[in-house]
C-alpha cells in the first residue's frame, strides 16, 4: 500500500466519523472549541444547497455565508485551492478506483461491531483499541493512544408531554451534560421564541416558563448556538427549562440531540431538543393566542469526570515532513443510535 492509498482511506473514514457522529469529541476542551468556532462554519455553509422553501431573507443570509467563508487567511484559502488535484486523485481512488466501497465496508464493520460509543462507556475504549490497531495494520508511521480528562453525562428516563390545551406525547431527546428534572418532572407554561432577541424582548413573561426555541435554520453551524447556548440564554431570564428545535433543515419527526452547555453563575436548567414538527406546532398554537402547558421529566446525570483515550496517528509527508496538518474527528458518539452516516 503506497502513501497516497494510505491517506486516502484513513482521511475519508475519519471525514465520516466527522460528520457522522455527531457527538462531542475531545482533543482538549480549548482547542476543540477554537477549530469549531474559527473554521467549521466556514467549511459547512460553504457547501449548503440551495432551500427553496426558505424566506428570501434567510436565503440570502446563507448566500451571505457563502460569500464569507473566505474569511480564512488568504494565504491559506490559496493553499487549499493550490491541492485540487490531490484532492481528485483521492476521491477518484475512493468513488470509481481501487478503494471503491472499502471506506464505506469499513465504517459499517466498525459500527456494527461497537454500535453506540459514548463518552465514558467500554464500547467507546473498546473501539479506540481497534481504531489502533487499524491504524497500524494500515502502515501509518506512528500511532499511539493518549489519555484525556473527558465528562461522563447518563440519560437516563426522559419524556415530554403536552397536557393543555390537549395531551399529547412530544418526541424528545435530553441534550449532552443537560442536567435532570425533579422525579414528579415540571409541569409549566412554554413560551416560543424564534430567536434570542425575541425572546428578550419577551423577557418578562419568561419567569417560571419552560422556554421553546423555534428558531429558523440558516447552517449547523449558525443554528447550533441555540442548542449550545439556548439553556443559559433561557435561565437568564428565569426560565425553568429549555426546548430547542432540533438542528437539522429536516425532519421525519425525529429529534436530534447533540451537546449544551452551561455558564457560571447562571443557574442550570434541563435542556432537550423537540422535532420541527412539534415545535412548529407550538408556534402556531401560541400565534393564536392559546395557552401551552407541559410536563417534562428528565432522569439526565452529569457525573465526576472519567479517563478515556485520543487516538494518534501520523503520516509524515515526502516533501515537507517538518509541515504538520491537523485532521480531527471522533470516535465517540450519543448512545440513541450506532452513530453513522
Request: a negative charge; charged letters at 20%; hydrophobic letters at 35%.
Amino acid at each position: 500500500m503506497d502513501r497516497l492509498e494510505k491517506l486516502t482511506i484513513q482521511t475519508m473514514t475519519i471525514y465520516l466519523y466527522i460528520f457522522g457522529c455527531c457527538t462531542s469529541g475531545y482533543v482538549t476542551k480549548q482547542t476543540s472549541n477554537e477549530i469549531h468556532r474559527q473554521y467549521e462554519i466556514e467549511a459547512i455553509v460553504s457547501n449548503l444547497p440551495e432551500q427553496n422553501n426558505v424566506p428570501q431573507q434567510q436565503q440570502q443570509e446563507q448566500q451571505k455565508q457563502r460569500r464569507n467563508c473566505s474569511s480564512l487567511p488568504t494565504n491559506i484559502v490559496d493553499e487549499i485551492a493550490s491541492y485540487s488535484q490531490v484532492l481528485q486523485a483521492i476521491c477518484s481512488s475512493v468513488f470509481d478506483g481501487p478503494f471503491k466501497g472499502k471506506t464505506y465496508n469499513f465504517l459499517a464493520e466498525f459500527v456494527d461491531k461497537f454500535g453506540p460509543r459514548l463518552t465514558g462507556s467500554e464500547s467507546l475504549e473498546n473501539a479506540i483499541d481497534y481504531m489502533v490497531e487499524s491504524f497500524k495494520e494500515s502502515g501509518l508511521d506512528d500511532v499511539y493512544a493518549e489519555n484525556v480528562t473527558v465528562p461522563i453525562w447518563i440519560r437516563g428516563n426522559e419524556s415530554l408531554e403536552m397536557v393543555r390545551p390537549r395531551r399529547q406525547q412530544m418526541a424528545m431527546l435530553g441534550l449532552g451534560t443537560s442536567i435532570g428534572t425533579p422525579p414528579e418532572g415540571i409541569t409549566a407554561e412554554i413560551i416560543v421564541a424564534k430567536s434570542f432577541d425575541e425572546l428578550k424582548n419577551k423577557a418578562s413573561q419568561v419567569q417560571g416558563k419552560i422556554v421553546v426555541f423555534n428558531e429558523n435554520y440558516v447552517s449547523y453551524g449558525v443554528t447550533a448556538e441555540y442548542r449550545i447556548s439556548g439553556a443559559v440564554v433561557a435561565a437568564t431570564y428565569g426560565a425553568l427549562a429549555v426546548l430547542i428545535r432540533s438542528v437539522t433543515p429536516a425532519s421525519i419527526y425525529s429529534p436530534h440531540t447533540g451537546l449544551s452547555e452551561y455558564a457560571n453563575n447562571v443557574t442550570k436548567i434541563p435542556a432537550a431538543c423537540i422535532t420541527i414538527e412539534d415545535a412548529e406546532m407550538l408556534q402556531r398554537i401560541t400565534d393564536r393566542g392559546e395557552t401551552i402547558v407541559v410536563t417534562l421529566k428528565m432522569e439526565a446525570q452529569n457525573k465526576p469526570d472519567g479517563i478515556s483515550r485520543n487516538t494518534v496517528a501520523e503520516l509524515k509527508g515526502s516533501s515537507n515532513p517538518e509541515e504538520v496538518v491537523i485532521i480531527s474527528g471522533h470516535l465517540d458518539s450519543w448512545e440513541i443510535g450506532r452513530a453513522h452516516v
